[in-house]
């Protein structure tokens, strides 16, 4: 009988735990169906994508990423210096769940401070003098000054038309054929500069409705063209259209985009697309001189958001060690900026060659905008005709 007893008791205590377990997959199966649905339904910006988890994972340093690597090979922990070779898990998890880090006061500040997120950008390449006390940043105009219309010294920028028409561009020995490879656009247009708006001292108010970064722009087209490089300049005025649809400055991205890619569906012979802007930064920043001359400085400004990033800092890149190499300093940099306070993209998703490039600040002349322009055609035409003769297709062999 007590065999019998304790027999029964084995197979109801099975039982009871069989029940616990089919219960417990039952209810395991109904949460992983339940997060699934969770996660599928959510909007597309708040899925888990390779984009959040670069975004996730921005938050680790390169010696966390040595650590995990040494698990699994004690070699790579001797690349670290001695003090660092052992991981600090709790400054790691204090990053993971705060978003801060301890070794970067930026990360505190810029929640916090108005306008600090400005210092989210990053160096990739550093010019001569960049740091990140003195990045290029772009201030939205006043409305006012978007209605406005301001008296602008024609003259000066006639004299500057003029006094770079003087410099000889010998005759190129290759040309695209009459094909235009390359689109030149605005997305803020009225940029402008105060010395060739009459009356003007306040940086804040270097906006103009017709002498501004279009002039830039429409100068660099020039200087491709003589170097043989067919470019198309868009004349289209964004903010001014901006203002006709009653859309906000900030969604001006949204309207050159529109303008990028009508341009690339109406001509296939597209290759290169550069957005003109200028920098708020004064006179002491955006400006070198080299052989004698006063030069405005130029920045390129990547999208760490985009799709085709790597390409176009590879792009970018190129042409500042092309520019440091024969105009020493012209070049503040490669910057890349990304962030809740910024565009991310800047339209270079579109496109594996795609630029944005500043060229000079509020304090610059045209005499000196005009300068930098053909510097940056010389170079510029230097890439282009290397990088033609890569891709071109090898001639066929002989029978």
Not at 133 to 161: C, F, G, H, I, K
Not at 229 to 256: C, F, N, P, R, W
Request: proline share 4%; glycine share 6%.
């Amino acid at each position: 009988m007590k065999k019998q007893r304790s027999s029964r008791m084995v197979v109801a205590v099975q039982g009871a735990s069989l029940k616990k377990m089919i219960i417990l997959a039952v209810l395991g199966c109904m949460m992983m169906f339940m997060l699934i649905g969770a996660i599928t339904s959510l909007k597309p910006e708040y899925r888990i994508s390779s984009s959040s988890v670069s975004n996730m994972t921005d938050q680790f340093s390169q010696e966390t990423f040595i650590h995990l690597f040494s698990f699994e090979n004690h070699y790579f922990s001797q690349l670290l210096p001695k003090e660092r070779q052992k991981p600090n898990y709790s400054a790691l998890l204090f990053r993971m769940a705060t978003s801060i880090n301890p070794d970067d006061p930026r990360s505190l500040l810029g929640g916090e401070l108005p306008g600090f997120t400005l210092y989210d950008s990053k160096i990739i390449v550093a010019g001569e003098g960049t740091d990140y006390t003195n990045m290029p940043y772009e201030s939205a105009p006043p409305l006012e000054v978007m209605l406005a219309e301001r008296q602008a010294s024609l003259e000066s920028l006639e004299e500057a038309d003029k006094k770079h028409e003087e410099k000889q561009v010998p005759p190129p020995t290759q040309t695209t054929g009459g094909r235009k490879v390359v689109y030149i656009y605005h997305t803020h247009t009225r940029e402008s500069y105060l010395p060739a708006l009459k009356g003007v001292t306040d940086p804040d108010l270097a906006f103009h409705r017709t002498v501004n970064v279009t002039k830039v722009g429409e100068k660099l087209a020039e200087e491709m063209e003589k170097r043989g490089i067919g470019a198309e300049v868009s004349t289209i005025d964004i903010e001014g259209e901006l203002k006709k649809k009653g859309m906000k400055y900030y969604q001006a991205y949204d309207m050159s985009r529109k303008t990028v890619v009508e341009a690339m569906s109406r001509n296939r012979d597209l290759q290169y697309f550069i957005d003109i802007h200028r920098d708020a930064r004064r006179r002491k920043y955006t400006t070198i001189k080299i052989h004698g001359a006063d030069y405005a400085r130029v920045a390129f400004i990547i999208g760490g958001e985009n799709a085709r990033y790597e390409k176009n800092l590879q792009l970018a890149t190129q042409l500042h060690h092309l520019l440091q190499k024969k105009y020493p300093g012209l070049s503040r940099g490669v910057i890349e900026k990304k962030g809740a306070e910024t565009n991310g993209k800047f339209n270079q998703d579109l496109s594996e060659n795609a630029l944005l490039i500043e060229f000079g600040g509020v304090d610059n002349t045209f005499e000196e905008l005009f300068r930098s322009v053909s510097a940056v055609a010389d170079v510029f035409s230097e890439y282009y005709w290397q990088a033609q003769k890569v891709q071109a297709p090898a001639p066929a062999e002989k029978r």
